[in-house]
């Protein structure tokens, strides 16, 4: 898994929740993103810059967040992110402080390689599940899963129960479908003329 470096500063909680609605929208205001950490002895408050998260929110990698708040130096992954309805501006960032013996739950892209037999015969590959939930210590996490596709005949699907990796624990459904190769409407008009 890549790293990502990020920098925040500790910020204080009101005591009266109309205070802190104001001091969070004063904070939003000067580019300042609210942030919370989880998961260590204590939950830590702190801000981040808009413009230093850019680059780890919007793509589709996933990261190890070396992440240095007031000077302490955690290491971390992003759990979650609200955003605003209208305007998608972002309004909270949890995080999720990692250890090393610790397993943790992720969503890891999924990437399909090879051509399908399926495809070949006129068929579509579709992918239908582009993340995967997979429970390990975040060293063993992968930037994302590759899946070979090479054997998916035409009108067959992959399940999550007949995915695999070593050191990983889907946490899916195993019935659901990752990906399927279906029918073209030539590829049905073929097959009924023969």
Same mark, same amino acid.
């Given at each position: 898994?890549?790293?990502?470096?990020?920098?925040?500063?500790?910020?204080?909680?009101?005591?009266?929740?109309?205070? $802190?609605?104001?001091?969070?929208?004063?904070?939003?205001?000067? *580019?300042? !993103?609210?942030?919370? &950490?989880?998961?260590?002895?204590?939950?830590?408050?702190?801000?981040?810059?808009? *413009?230093?998260?850019?680059?780890? %929110?919007?793509?589709?990698?996933?990261?190890?967040?070396?992440?240095?708040?007031?000077? %302490?130096?955690?290491?971390?992954?992003?759990?979650?992110? $609200?955003?605003?309805?209208?305007?998608? /501006?972002?309004?909270?960032?949890?995080? &999720?402080?990692?250890?090393?013996?610790?397993?943790?739950?992720?969503?890891?892209?999924?990437? &399909?390689?090879?051509?399908?037999?399926?495809?070949?015969?006129?068929?579509?590959?579709?992918? $239908?599940?582009?993340?995967?939930?997979?429970?390990?210590?975040?060293?063993?996490?992968?930037?994302?899963?590759?899946?070979?596709?090479?054997?998916?005949? &035409?009108?067959?699907?992959? $399940?999550?129960?007949? !995915?695999?990796?070593?050191?990983?624990?889907?946490?899916? /459904?195993?019935?659901?479908?990752?990906? /399927?190769?279906?029918?073209?409407?030539?590829?049905?008009?073929?097959?009924?003329?023969?």
């Amino acid at each position: 898994m890549k790293t990502f470096q990020l920098t925040g500063k500790t910020r204080e909680i009101a005591a009266r929740p109309a205070d $802190q609605k104001r001091a969070l929208k004063a904070m939003r205001n000067q *580019s300042e !993103i609210p942030a919370v &950490l989880y998961g260590g002895d204590q939950v830590t408050h702190f801000t981040v810059t808009q *413009s230093d998260v850019r680059k780890l %929110v919007y793509t589709p990698d996933i990261f190890a967040i070396d992440l240095t708040i007031d000077g %302490v130096q955690k290491t971390a992954v992003m759990k979650e992110i $609200q955003f605003h309805p209208v305007t998608d /501006a972002i309004l909270h960032i949890d995080f &999720l402080e990692v250890f090393p013996e610790k397993p943790i739950v992720m969503e890891v892209p999924v990437v &399909l390689e090879g051509h399908a037999e399926g495809v070949k015969a006129g068929g579509k590959l579709q992918l $239908q599940m582009r993340k995967l939930k997979v429970k390990a210590t975040y060293t063993d996490i992968p930037e994302r899963l590759v899946i070979n596709v090479d054997h998916l005949g &035409l009108g067959k699907t992959m $399940q999550v129960g007949d !995915i695999h990796f070593e050191g990983l624990e889907i946490m899916n /459904a195993k019935n659901a479908v990752v990906c /399927a190769v279906q029918l073209t409407r030539a590829a049905r008009g073929a097959q009924a003329k023969a």
